[in-house]
């Protein structure tokens, strides 16, 4: 439903009450809200919800604060909870928070292309400027292959959510991009590929940024996790869509 009224009559404060008080009755609900900019372009009458998904899929501003919420809610450092709670009981033994100025066997160097103006690989960059010494809330971990397949399996069998969070974060609510034959949706962490018919064909959860790409991707009509790792940007997408359509023409079928 919608809530209309005069500027000024109290709607932005019965939402928050409102908010507030279902969090308190469930406390497995997620609340998300953005608000508008009346004096601006064409565009903003869709800045909440511009702001909404940047919230729930990756402004990395709300996940420095969710790393703080975690610091107080825990009373223990962000690392040393994702270690404890996230990393231990997933099985995640090869995974950590690793310090730049350390050199561990197993951890690749991040490294970009420096092109010319005609596209040609003149030489190459390392990432280790983009980022802070070691790992933060929003982004920075260090993990394989194989780790984040035994991340995905223990969130699928209940391991580290709730029932309810865990049915929540893997399955699609809001519509990002239509097209012709399917639709891009989004949950509370994962992106959807879902046919018109309501069929999802995969969820998945990537990124990039200088050095590095990489996602984790679950067909479940198959049953198969397609995780990849690059050490350079953008360098993940052409490999995955390959694996993409070799899955769906069959080539892993039993």
């Given at each position: 439903?919608?809530?209309?009224?005069?500027?000024?009559?109290?709607?932005?404060?019965?939402?928050?009450?409102?908010?507030r008080?279902?969090?308190?009755?469930?406390?497995?609900?997620?609340?998300?809200?953005?608000?508008?900019?009346?004096?601006?372009?064409?565009?903003?009458?869709?800045?909440?919800?511009?702001?909404?998904?940047?919230?729930?899929?990756?402004?990395?501003?709300?996940?420095?604060?969710?790393?703080?919420?975690?610091?107080?809610?825990?009373?223990m450092?962000?690392?040393?909870?994702?270690?404890?709670?996230?990393?231990?009981?997933?099985?995640?033994?090869?995974?950590?928070?690793?310090?730049?100025a350390?050199?561990?066997?197993?951890v690749?160097?991040?490294?970009?292309?420096?092109?010319?103006?005609?596209?040609?690989?003149?030489?190459?960059?390392?990432?280790?400027?983009?980022?802070?010494?070691?790992?933060?809330?929003?982004?920075?971990?260090?993990?394989?292959?194989?780790?984040?397949?035994?991340?995905?399996?223990?969130?699928?069998?209940?391991?580290?959510?709730?029932?309810e969070?865990?049915?929540?974060?893997?399955?699609?609510?809001?519509?990002?991009?239509?097209?012709?034959?399917?639709?891009?949706?989004?949950?509370?962490?994962?992106?959807?590929?879902?046919?018109?018919?309501?069929?999802?064909?995969?969820?998945?959860?990537?990124?990039e940024?200088?050095?590095?790409?990489?996602?984790?991707?679950?067909?479940?009509?198959?049953?198969?996790?397609?995780?990849?790792?690059?050490?350079?940007?953008?360098?993940?997408?052409?490999?995955?869509?390959?694996?993409?359509?070799?899955?769906?023409?069959?080539?892993?079928?039993?």
């Open positions: 439903g919608f809530v209309v009224g005069e500027p000024g009559s109290g709607k932005t404060m019965l939402l928050g009450e409102f908010a008080r279902a969090m308190e009755a469930h406390p497995e609900l997620v609340v998300a809200g953005g608000a508008c900019n009346a004096y601006a372009g064409v565009g903003d009458p869709y800045l909440p919800f511009v702001e909404i998904l940047r919230l729930l899929v990756g402004d990395p501003c709300a996940y420095v604060l969710a790393g703080r919420m975690v610091d107080k809610a825990s009373g450092g962000y690392r040393d909870y994702v270690r404890e709670h996230i990393f231990a009981p997933a099985g995640m033994k090869e995974s950590g928070f690793f310090h730049m350390e050199v561990r066997e197993n690749a160097e991040g490294v970009d292309p420096i092109l010319d103006q005609a596209g040609n690989v003149t030489g190459w960059k390392k990432n280790i400027y983009s980022y802070p010494p070691i790992g933060t809330p929003d982004g920075g971990a260090h993990v394989t292959a194989a780790d984040l397949g035994r991340f995905l399996r223990a969130v699928q069998a209940g391991k580290l959510l709730s029932s969070s865990t049915h929540l974060f893997l399955t699609p609510h809001a519509l990002y991009r239509q097209r012709e034959t399917w639709r891009m949706m989004y949950g509370p962490g994962l992106w959807f590929y879902v046919e018109n018919d309501g069929r999802i064909v995969f969820y998945e959860k990537d990124g940024n200088a050095g590095v790409s990489g996602l984790i991707r679950y067909y479940p009509a198959q049953d198969i996790s397609v995780t990849i790792l690059c050490n350079m940007e953008s360098a993940a997408w052409d490999p995955a869509w390959r694996v993409h359509d070799l899955l769906i023409a069959g080539a892993f079928d039993d």
